[in-house]
């Protein structure tokens, strides 16, 4: 089947600190892969997306690259800022049926303290 | 400006009662979907549709209702059947066809069971 793990939160961190979410995932077939971002009260905003092996995603300081033989794409910003504050969600999305559906991940709760 | 408009941002429901939960799309997208958010568990998909008049059930769909009859609309109805309503509700939206391609989401509606 298809899953995602990624690091349980929460994650404090101190302003321009470096950052690094992990996430692995099992899949049938060759997925893509996302981050999302929810800010409080929020829906979701994707950050960056990948899609075949080695690709790297990149948006707003952070970058993930899509690793095949780790079957992971961790998330990382060299120096994160108070807004950076948020919930990031790690996903897989297959074709079924012609039709995208994700998969998510269970969330990595992130603050960041000035 | 091009997105997904969910409605309302916040209802209140009385046990026993149906209510629905509108959302409109301006993106010409052909695909639609509904998402359930809980803490912890990040988000499942409750139904998804690829086409107008057509829509299947996603990995939640028992207590819940859709329809498409419109290509920019997804309404989903929370029957009085579905045990633990009380959720952060998303819907989202993407291109039929074509690998990788994005997952936009709306900015979500809370349900509360009173």
């Known amino acids: 089947g298809n899953s995602v793990t990624q690091m349980e939160g929460p994650v404090t961190l101190s302003e321009e600190a470096f950052l690094t979410i992990n996430c692995t995932y099992t899949a049938t077939g060759y997925p893509s892969l996302f981050w999302y971002v929810q800010y409080p009260g929020e829906g979701l905003q994707l950050l960056l997306k990948?899609?075949?092996?080695?690709d790297k995603g990149s948006n707003k300081g952070f970058e993930a690259t899509y690793r095949k033989e780790t079957t992971s794409f961790h998330l990382e910003k060299g120096s994160v800022q108070v807004s950076d504050s948020a919930v990031y969600f790690c996903a897989l999305s297959v074709t079924q049926g012609g039709s995208e559906k994700l998969v998510f991940g269970k969330g990595t709760k992130l603050t960041v303290n000035p | 400006d091009g997105g997904i408009t969910q409605s309302p941002k916040y209802l209140f429901r009385k046990e026993g009662q149906n209510v629905t939960l509108s959302c409109e799309q301006n993106l010409n997208h052909d695909a639609m979907y509904w998402y359930r958010q809980d803490p912890g568990q990040g988000l499942r998909l409750i139904y998804y549709s690829q086409i107008v008049n057509d829509f299947q059930k996603g990995d939640i769909a028992e207590g819940y209702s859709v329809s498409r009859e419109k290509k920019e609309s997804f309404p989903l109805t929370v029957t009085s059947a579905q045990k633990n309503p009380t959720a952060f509700y998303l819907c989202?939206?993407?291109?039929?066809?074509?690998?990788?391609?994005?997952?936009?989401f709306g900015e979500g509606s809370w349900l509360t069971v009173v």
């Open positions: 990948a899609t075949k092996a080695d």
């Open positions: 989202a939206s993407s291109l039929r066809t074509g690998r990788g391609n994005t997952i936009y």
